[in-house]
């Protein structure tokens, strides 16, 4: 199956700093790539879609100059969280159809992010 | 607003018996759901999904049946094994493409008893 990988898998980091995450489609091409963030015990919330090419697309209440998202290739999307605080702590993950097959009927998802704000 | 739920947080059930994980749904534009299977610190796994168009959808030990005028849908797994021990997520979208966003419930932590 398609894999999506995510780095790094955990960062620690202090108040103020900004922080990359990456998430690459490894065996695919990927025009659209979802940004998800969960909460711990809570449900996986969709921040953003990333679009190769152009710019993303926030979801309402995201905002858009704190979490940059960047899709400059097929296979690459980054997330970066700027001048991240306590609250930014949580679990970030993406996800990508395979974009040779747009019409697939699931998304493959990294294996998060686990993001800590000292 | 959630729109997709999962009101039971946790559920136990014996090995070889039948778990049965419920999801409930408020956006009548919802037309397509999935199950994902979650384990800590790392992705959903895709499980099964179903469109709106059946009540039904069966893969091995996995069943989920869709209750479209009460907004329900439900995962059955039998027999439970114990390495189905993990939190369960249903998601909807208004399409079946996977370039379309999903909505995620709040997810039932499923242990199952050796």
């Known amino acids: 199956g398609a894999v999506v990988s995510q780095h790094p898998s955990r960062v620690i980091c202090k108040s103020g700093t900004s922080v990359k995450i990456e998430c690459r489609s490894l065996?695919?091409?990927?025009?659209?790539m979802f940004w998800y963030r969960q909460f711990p015990k809570q449900s996986l919330m969709l921040m953003a879609t990333s679009n190769e090419g152009s710019k993303a697309t926030y979801e309402q209440g995201v905002e858009k100059d704190k979490f940059l998202i960047n899709h400059a290739s097929l296979t690459l999307s980054t997330l970066t969280v700027t001048s991240a605080h306590p609250e930014d702590s949580s679990f970030y993950i993406c996800?990508?159809?395979?974009?040779?097959?747009?019409?697939?009927?699931?998304?493959?998802f990294g294996p998060g992010t686990r993001l800590t704000v000292l | 607003d959630q729109q997709v739920k999962q009101n039971s947080p946790s559920l136990s059930v014996q090995e070889g018996r039948i778990s049965i994980l419920n999801c409930d749904y408020t956006?009548?534009?919802?037309?397509?759901f999935l199950w994902y299977k979650k384990y800590p610190a790392e992705g959903p796994t895709f499980l099964i999904s179903i469109s709106s168009i059946k009540d039904k959808n069966e893969d091995g030990r996995f069943t989920v049946f869709l209750n479209k005028s009460a907004k329900h849908l439900s995962l059955h797994i039998v027999p439970s094994q114990p390495g189905d021990s993990a939190v369960y997520f249903c998601?909807?979208?208004?399409?079946?493409?996977?370039?379309?966003?999903?909505?995620f419930g709040t997810g039932t932590r499923l242990t199952i008893i050796p």
């Open positions: 956006n009548s534009m919802f037309d397509y």
């Open positions: 065996d695919f091409q990927a025009t659209t």
């Open positions: 998601a909807a979208s208004r399409y079946k493409w996977g370039n379309e966003k999903l909505t």
């Open positions: 996800s990508a159809p395979p974009g040779d097959r747009p019409h697939t009927d699931t998304q493959y």
